[in-house]
């Protein structure tokens, strides 16, 4: 089971299927995210050349 939301509503997933797509883009999404330790420091370089 999976679950989406967005700012209208939400949506359960139970078919297979769609629960697969739902897995692929997750990993495919976390494959690109950063670490904490690498967004913390992203995040305060960018801090700094705002001063």
């Given at each position: 089971?999976?679950?989406?939301?967005n700012r209208?509503?939400?949506?359960v997933v139970e078919r297979t299927?769609?629960?697969a797509a739902?897995?692929?883009q997750w990993e495919a999404t976390l494959a690109e995210a950063l670490t904490?330790?690498?967004s913390?420091?992203?995040m305060m370089e960018v801090a700094k050349s705002w001063t």
């Open positions: 089971m999976g679950y989406l939301d209208l509503r939400g949506q299927a769609e629960i739902l897995r692929e904490l330790q690498q913390t420091e992203l």
